[in-house]
């Protein structure tokens, strides 16, 4: 049970096209942005999406591309 979300969620995100991630980050980076400020939680979740945003705005080889979905559908977010 604990594979699943992880799965399903890697699964939505290989069917997504590149502008539906960013807005998909963008959204979270949005829900974020509305927490505490002094929240930890959101603190590194804003790091992550920023950097989520920043790699997928970098040129990637084919390879780069697996190992970013990879890690990608490791999130749930």
């Not at 992880?6 to 995100?13: E, K, L, V």
């Not at 950097?51 to 697996?66: G, N």
Request: hydrophobic share 40%; aromatic share 6%.
């Amino acid at each position: 049970m604990g594979t699943a979300a992880p799965t399903q969620f890697g699964d939505i995100w290989r069917k997504m096209g590149n502008e539906e991630k960013k807005a998909a980050v963008q959204e979270d980076v949005k829900r974020m942005n509305k927490l505490s400020a002094n929240s930890a939680y959101a603190s590194h979740c804003l790091r992550v999406l920023n950097k989520i945003l920043q790699l997928m705005s970098q040129p990637r080889t084919s390879s780069k591309e697996k190992e970013l979905e990879l890690l990608f559908a490791g999130l749930s977010l």
